[in-house]
């Protein structure tokens, strides 16, 4: 008899409870206690939702946002829904940005994709930076248009922040319509500085390409060789993009490209743009081109021609920026070839020009040869060393030489160059030990033979591109691509899985998806 009076005395106080809530929700100045009361309550309160739904259409900031929370709360998947189209039309930015914020509770997945497509047109920065963000996480397809818009509004009235995230949100989502808008933002750039709404999405939108793989280089080659009317005219109508749009294209060449691209790339060996010449015979390098040795050779002779009769200083500057590009591709790519002009180079005689002579091409030479050779030429630098004058010079050379004793007694074994990739405390000179351990990541990477390869590559994935040293991680991520084959994408996956769970790698995600996707290319 007792459970009975005292269920019905939940009922009735139940009831009771409920006719409050409504008076109370209906009476302007009880409204906010009285919502703050259903809060307290929570799910099983009592109350009639459709009261709730008309108090949030009033829109008033604080009491709609406790309405908003308490529907949540109580509401039905189909009273949720209609919230969050109430809320998200909100004159009110906090109540907007909680409602988006709640969208992906929605069910209804066209309706959710409706609104954050209609949410992208606001014009509060925090409310579309929203918008945008929830479109990629939630793959939206239909909003690729207005997010390409979003990409390529040069205007000042939107800040840069926004393009970069429609750029990075574009490469989220994957559809192919994204990459004409995609490469035109290797090129968006602002420099408002009145309003501090500068910088460029060149990075964010490069990063998004390489996930298109051949579809991107398929329309990356088509603007290059400009073929491209709708990227033509983008280019003349924008005045901050750079009159050389080569550059930033053929960087694309150099992350989505490999070999079969040389035909594209040996048209800008000789481009007129230094900076266009050195990326050009840098990814040439990078992509191991055999065929482009005589062509590298040959320019590396006529600039070496060049140095000999010039007095301009910044001309000399630019010849040897160019000379160890050449080197260091040359190394990378390999050979005998290769190694009879790096022996020639390296016992050659200094270039004079005036009173002075130069060690500068000796240098370069050593440098770049070491990406490659092995002990078997540690009588070439002790040669290169006797007949180097000054003491500075055989300091310099000296280096190399320690490198080398270093490659004497290692060999061929994988196991010997390892050891230098370990992490040692109290070392006295960090820089040298560092620069031993990039030699030794270039070392590892001239291992050709299967069984050593796949060696070599563990080593340099599982040290050189775990240490904590960027230059190192650097060399590291070069010869990685260098060594590895399709066979070995398993073993880079799994290593990318074991990096992401290391802090100070947070950061280079890029970088190991990238070096997944070159070897996947080649």
């Known amino acids: 008899m007792k459970i009975i009076i005292l269920i019905m005395f939940l009922l009735f106080t139940t009831n009771i409870i409920a006719g409050d809530y409504t008076k109370g929700l209906n009476n302007p100045k009880t409204q906010e206690k009285t919502l703050n009361e259903i809060l307290a309550f929570g799910e099983d309160a009592n109350v009639n939702v459709k009261t709730l739904l008309n108090l949030l259409k009033k829109d008033d900031e604080k009491i709609s946002k406790l309405t908003f929370k308490v529907i949540l709360i109580v509401g039905s998947d189909t009273e949720i829904e209609k919230a969050i189209k109430i809320a998200v039309n909100s004159k009110h930015k906090t109540i907007v940005t909680i409602a988006i914020d709640k969208l992906k509770n929605l069910k209804d997945k066209e309706l959710l994709a409706s609104i954050v497509v209609d949410l992208l ?18 793959k939206i397809k239909k909003s690729v248009n207005k997010l390409s818009n979003i990409l390529l509004d040069t205007y000042v009235t939107q800040h840069i922040s926004l393009n970069k995230q429609a750029a990075k949100v574009l490469g989220q989502i994957g559809d192919t319509k994204a990459i004409s808008a995609l490469i035109k933002g290797l090129f968006i750039k602002k420099d408002f500085k009145s309003t501090n709404n500068k910088g460029t999405t060149f990075v964010f939108a490069r990063n998004s390409l390489v996930k298109f793989g051949k579809d991107a280089l398929k329309e990356v080659i088509k603007a290059l060789n400009n073929e ?51 990326l050009t015979e840098k990814i040439i390098g990078t992509f191991g081109i055999k065929k482009s040795i005589s062509v590298l050779i040959k320019k590396y002779k006529k600039l070496k021609k060049e140095l000999r009769i010039t007095k301009d200083n910044e001309v000399i500057k630019n010849i040897s920026r160019e000379i160890n590009q050449i080197n260091y591709s040359l190394a990378m ?148 691509y260098k060594l590895a084959r399709k066979s070995d994408i398993p073993k880079i996956e799994k290593f990318i899985k074991k990096a992401n769970d290391l802090e100070y790698l947070k950061r280079e995600k890029n970088r190991f998806y990238k070096i997944l996707i070159n070897v996947k290319n080649k």
């Not at 509060?124 to 929830?134: Q, R, S």
């Not at 930033?248 to 481009?271: A, C, F, P, T, V």
């Open 121 to 138: 047109d606001s014009k509060d920065k925090l409310i579309k930076g929203k918008a945008i963000l929830m479109a990629g996480n939630l």
């Open 228 to 278: 491209n009317s709708d990227f033509n005219s983008f280019v003349r109508d924008n005045k901050l993009i750079p009159s050389n749009v080569r550059y930033n294209l053929i960087i694309m060449i150099g992350e989505l490209g490999n070999r079969s691209n040389y035909n594209i790339l040996k048209k800008y060996i000789n481009d007129e743009d230094l900076g266009v010449r050195v």
């Open 333 to 480: 790519i390999g050979g005998k070839k290769v190694e009879k002009h790096f022996v020639k180079e390296i016992l050659s005689k200094p270039l004079k020009t005036e009173n002075k002579i130069h060690y500068e091409l000796i240098f370069s030479a050593l440098e770049s040869f070491l990406n490659f050779a092995s002990y078997r030429y540690y009588k070439v630098y002790k040669k290169a060393y006797r007949k180097v004058k000054g003491k500075n010079n055989k300091q310099k050379i000296k280096e190399y030489l320690d490198i080398m004793l270093v490659a004497k007694k290692c060999k061929n074994k994988v196991k010997c160059y390892a050891k230098y990739l370990d992490d040692k405390k109290n070392i006295k000179d960090v820089k040298l030990y560092n620069s031993k351990k990039i030699k030794a990541i270039y070392m590892l990477s001239s291992f050709k033979k299967a069984k050593k390869r796949k060696l070599a590559l563990s080593v340099i994935l599982n040290k050189g591109l775990l240490d904590k040293d960027p230059e190192i991680r650097e060399a590291a991520a070069i010869a990685v």
